[in-house]
């Protein structure tokens, strides 16, 4: 099931390279580079603060093709985490005083080892916070997911839901046919096991991503009206909203190309780049592991293949908690994504 890490490497970078040079002839000299920005704001080198974290790609496979994937996960890749990289993640977890186990693909959820992955995490560390990150169509649809929902529930998983929009029309357009109506199902379904619901200690969460190439809106603001709209439309409730900003990397990188919008999305985010926003950067405190088992500094670093810096451990197999605590962050022009505005990063808006 699993194929060269690295055989979308060189049209990635080739994409980059053509993108960067397209806004370096249109604008003189260009974006400054995300480490000059750093230094001018006295905030350079980046250096990890810990790992309290550890987030688990298991996998690029996906049901569905959403136009801000920043993974370019679909239905038909095909690297899958194997059980033996899933077993040194839990070797891991049993040594190191990580305090989450983030959970993401692609859709996990596909993963033929995501049952047993969780069994054994839950197992070793029974007060780990785990986190899934799913796209809720599959939790209902089809048949062979059926048995999931129950087991989340049985593990006392939090789960990490998409959602970018409140209204079919909007939802449908940025992830496909039909994936709003499945959404909203699911969701009924996971408040009717006790997610989301007061009281209930099960957290969802759900997810906006902009509809383009622009920075989400307050996620305070966002999640009242979330809430509003969907009790009022649907009668469903969630714990809390995330906003996250869209990164040009992979998939979304493509469609600004292809747009022509890369220069400007770029100088958006660039220009809203917020000195506030860089203590509290996930980057900081997680460690990113790969479907091979490779280690990145965020999620992010991974889809664009810029490994933790040659200091320190490169894969799971090799952790050492001492060589990767205090390690210099590998840093791109893609950093600016999360620096923009009020901040970005897998747990929503950072300010």
């Not at 799971?316 to 001492?322: C, K, L």
């Amino acid at each position: 099931m699993k194929e060269d890490s690295t055989s979308c490497r060189p049209c990635t970078d080739e994409l980059q390279e053509t993108a960067a040079t397209s806004c370096s002839d249109r604008g003189g000299e260009g974006i400054a580079p995300f480490a000059t920005t750093l230094a001018d704001h006295g905030l350079a080198p980046l250096h990890a603060t810990g790992i309290d974290i550890l987030q688990v790609n298991t996998g690029y496979r996906c049901n569905l093709r959403c136009t801000h994937c920043h993974v370019d996960a679909r239905p038909d890749r095909t690297e899958m985490m194997s059980r033996d990289t899933m077993a040194q993640c839990i070797e891991v977890l049993k040594s190191n005083p990580v305090r989450t186990l983030d959970i993401t693909g692609g859709a996990p959820e596909m993963n033929p080892d995501f049952r047993w992955f969780l069994q054994e995490a839950r197992a070793a560390r029974p007060d780990l916070e785990i986190l899934v990150r799913s796209n809720l169509t599959l939790l209902v649809r089809p048949e062979t997911y059926a048995d999931i929902p129950d087991l989340l529930r049985e593990l006392r998983v939090n789960l990490i839901a998409s959602l970018p929009c409140y209204t079919k029309d909007n939802v449908d357009r940025q992830r496909g046919n039909d994936v709003f109506e499945r959404s909203i199902e699911a969701l009924r379904m996971l408040n009717g096991i006790g997610y989301g619901v007061e009281g209930s200690p099960l957290e969802l969460n759900l997810v906006y991503n902009p509809g383009g190439p622009y920075l989400p809106g307050c996620q305070h603001q966002l999640e009242a009206d979330y809430r509003k709209q969907l009790m009022e439309q649907f009668g469903i409730s969630f714990t809390r909203l995330y906003t996250i900003t869209n990164m040009p990397v992979s998939r979304f990188l493509q469609s600004l190309v292809d747009s022509g919008q890369y220069c400007t999305y770029m100088e958006l985010l660039a220009t809203s780049f917020n000195p506030a926003a860089v203590g509290a950067l996930m980057c900081l405190n997680t460690i990113s592991v790969r479907w091979d088992g490779k280690l990145y500094d965020c999620d992010f670093n991974q889809m664009l293949d810029i490994p933790v810096d040659t200091s320190a451990p490169q894969t799971i197999g090799e952790f050492d908690r001492a060589r990767l605590v205090g390690r210099r962050i590998s840093i791109g022009q893609h950093c600016y994504g999360c620096t923009a505005g009020a901040g970005s990063s897998c747990q929503g808006s950072l300010l």
